[in-house]
């Protein structure tokens, strides 16, 4: 494996926009009770005009998000370990070393077989727990090519042969 940065499969954009669809509408709902209120009130073509404006909205703000989502996250493979990079405005970089993994999965979603990627998950020793609660996998590669992905779990699981055989 090359020791450079790697980007996403470019299919990571869609599970990115769809994300960004439920945030934007979340986002949305929320910010607009008192907005609805008026447009309602003023009458039916403004309601209208104001549906189409709000679907727009969220159109443009998951676009948004699924782009800058896709471009800042990185993926790395050292001599010691995977290192990834990903965040918008707050970048987080995590750092899983060979010796720690025990085992990659690779899952294909129905999203993933229609656009022709897969997400790797690289189990560890120890969990990582996320900010909204639960556990999850420390190494998780959301969008990589389909034979990306099984050149990953070839190469991590020969790591982790030679580190067992080692003990």
């Given at each position: 494996m090359e020791h450079n940065k790697k980007k996403l499969h470019h299919g990571a954009k869609w599970l990115f926009r769809i994300r960004g669809y439920f945030g934007a509408l979340f986002l949305m709902?929320?910010?607009s009770w008192g907005i609805i209120s008026i447009i309602i009130i003023m009458g039916k073509g403004i309601v209208l005009v104001g549906i189409l404006f709000y679907i727009a909205m969220i159109i443009i703000i998951a676009e948004i998000y699924a782009r800058m989502s896709y471009n800042r996250w990185f993926y790395e493979f050292t001599n010691d370990s995977l290192k990834l990079e990903r965040g918008i405005i707050w970048k987080r970089y995590s750092n899983v070393p060979y010796t720690r993994v025990q085992n990659v999965d690779?899952?294909?979603?129905?999203?993933?077989?229609?656009?022709?990627?897969?997400?790797?998950?690289?189990?560890?020793?120890?969990?990582?727990?996320?900010?909204?609660?639960?556990?999850?996998?420390?190494?998780?590669?959301?969008?990589?090519?389909?034979?990306?992905?099984?050149?990953?779990?070839?190469?991590?699981?020969?790591?982790?042969?030679?580190?067992?055989?080692?003990?």
């Open positions: 709902i929320f910010l690779i899952h294909r979603g129905i999203l993933a077989r229609i656009i022709g990627f897969s997400s790797v998950i690289i189990q560890t020793a120890g969990y990582s727990y996320t900010s909204r609660g639960g556990a999850m996998a420390e190494g998780y590669l959301p969008a990589v090519s389909i034979e990306g992905a099984e050149e990953i779990r070839e190469f991590l699981m020969k790591r982790i042969n030679k580190n067992h055989q080692g003990l």
